[in-house]
């Protein structure tokens, strides 16, 4: 859902952490995108709402996604 809602490949995907998760500006920051370049995305409000899910059912320290 992650990657899909906010266009996110897999190499950026598994490389999220906590803190790349802006919830008031509605974005991702991604670290070293396609040219190893930073960018930011969108997220949309039903991802965050089940990201706020995810990270009270797991509370991921530093990366986003354990694994």
Same mark, same amino acid.
């Given at each position: 859902?992650?990657? =899909?809602?906010?266009? &996110? *490949? #897999?190499?950026? &995907?598994? %490389? &999220? +952490?906590? +803190? /790349?998760? /802006?919830?008031? *500006?509605?974005?991702?920051?991604v *670290? %070293? ?6 960018? =930011?995305?969108? @997220?949309?409000? +039903?991802? #965050?709402?089940? @990201?706020?899910? =995810? =990270?009270? #059912? ?5 990366? &986003?996604?354990?694994?």
């Open positions: 859902m992650t990657a =899909y809602g906010s266009g &996110l *490949r #897999l190499t950026e &995907l598994v %490389n &999220l +952490k906590v +803190k /790349d998760i /802006d919830g008031q *500006r509605m974005t991702i920051f *670290r %070293n995108s396609k040219g190893k370049k930073d960018r =930011y995305t969108i @997220l949309p409000k +039903k991802l #965050l709402v089940e @990201l706020q899910h =995810y =990270y009270r #059912l797991f509370k991921p320290k530093e990366w &986003l996604f354990h694994g």
